[in-house]
C-alpha cells in the first residue's frame, strides 16, 4: 500500500538537470504554461486569448505560484489545477537521470517526506 495519495516536486531542476538559464525559459514551463491555457479554457468556459490574458496576469502577480493565484482569484481548486497543467508529456524536453527510479520508488515506502512547499 502506498502510503502518499500524490507526491509534487518543483520541476525546476529538483529532480532533473535545466539546460537553460532559468526555469522560466525553459521547455518544461513552457508545455506547463500551454497546458494552463488550455485548462483555463475548460473550466472557466473562456477562449484562448482571455484565458491567455489571465494567465499572463496571475503569472505577473503570483512568480512562481500560479495555483496560489488562481485559488485566491478565481476560486479554483488548486490540486485539480496542478493535476491538468503539471501533466506533461517529459519525452524530448526532460532527460533520465540514473538512480531516479529507486529514489522515487523507495518514498513509498516512507511514513515522512518532507518537503519545501506552500500549502495554503
Same mark, same amino acid.
Given at each position: %500500500?502506498?502510503?502518499?495519495? +500524490? $507526491?509534487?516536486?518543483? %520541476? =525546476?531542476? &529538483?529532480?532533473?538537470?535545466?539546460?537553460?538559464? *532559468?526555469?522560466?525559459? *525553459?521547455?518544461?514551463?513552457?508545455? %506547463?504554461?500551454?497546458? #494552463? $491555457?488550455?485548462?483555463?479554457?475548460?473550466?472557466?468556459?473562456?477562449?484562448?486569448?482571455?484565458? &491567455?490574458?489571465?494567465?499572463?496576469?496571475?503569472? &505577473?502577480?503570483?512568480? +512562481?505560484?500560479? #495555483?496560489?493565484?488562481?485559488?485566491?482569484?478565481?476560486?479554483?481548486?488548486?490540486?485539480?489545477?496542478?493535476?491538468? *497543467?503539471?501533466?506533461?508529456?517529459?519525452?524530448?524536453?526532460?532527460? +533520465?537521470? =540514473?538512480?531516479? !527510479?529507486? %529514489?522515487?520508488? !523507495?518514498?513509498?515506502?516512507?511514513?515522512?517526506?518532507?518537503?519545501?512547499?506552500?500549502?495554503?
Amino acid at each position: %500500500m502506498n502510503k502518499f495519495q +500524490r $507526491i509534487f516536486f518543483d %520541476m =525546476d531542476g &529538483t529532480l532533473h538537470p535545466i539546460r537553460q538559464e *532559468s526555469f522560466i525559459v *525553459s521547455p518544461v514551463h513552457d508545455q %506547463m504554461v500551454k497546458r #494552463s $491555457i488550455v485548462y483555463l479554457m475548460q473550466r472557466l468556459r473562456i477562449g484562448k486569448r482571455k484565458a &491567455t490574458e489571465l494567465l499572463e496576469g496571475i503569472m &505577473t502577480r503570483y512568480p +512562481r505560484f500560479y #495555483s496560489l493565484g488562481l485559488q485566491k482569484e478565481h476560486g479554483i481548486d488548486r490540486w485539480d489545477y496542478l493535476d491538468y *497543467s503539471w501533466n506533461i508529456d517529459p519525452d524530448g524536453i526532460i532527460h +533520465r537521470v =540514473d538512480g531516479l !527510479d529507486k %529514489m522515487l520508488n !523507495d518514498l513509498t515506502k516512507r511514513n515522512e517526506l518532507y518537503v519545501r512547499a506552500i500549502l495554503e
